[in-house]
Nanobody, 120 residues
Framework: QVQLVESGGGLVQPGGSLRLSCAAS????????MGWYRQAPGKQRDLVVV???????NYADSVKGRFTISRDNAKNTVYLQMNSLKPEDTAVYYC??????????????WGQGTQVTVSS
């Protein structure tokens, strides 16, 4: 089982920056993808960015050039640096990890979510 703890959300003015962190703990044999999704009120949960174990990334078009994902495999932590934030970035941000357990089964694990609000 994998537990994810997120931190770093909050209220920021348009044009500002925030950094989200997500630390994984528990037991697994391998972590594959790590990433961030977000869900605005009344909307579906959408991919923001994902990073593979090899460091390849896939960003949503809406955040390209503004958001940067990084991963510290030694700390089992993934980060999301968000710059030039816009009101439309307001959402609950969820950390996601694709991991393999000791039965060699891969599953998706989710954090509890952290609120990001961009407003003046």
């Amino acid at each position: 089982q994998v537990q994810l703890v997120e931190s770093g959300g909050g209220l920021v003015q348009p044009g500002g920056s925030l950094r989200l962190s997500c630390a994984a703990s528990g037991r697994w044999t391998r972590i594959y993808h790590m990433g961030w999704y977000r869900q605005a009120p009344g909307k579906q949960r959408d991919l923001v960015v994902v990073i593979t174990s090899g460091g390849s990334t896939n960003y949503a078009d809406s955040v390209k050039g503004r958001f940067t994902i990084s991963r510290d495999n030694a700390k089992n932590t993934v980060y999301l640096q968000m710059n030039s934030l816009k009101p439309e970035d307001t959402a609950v941000y969820y950390c996601n990890v694709d991991a393999q357990n000791f039965d060699y089964l891969r599953s998706d694990y989710w954090g509890q979510g952290t609120q990001v609000t961009v407003s003046s």
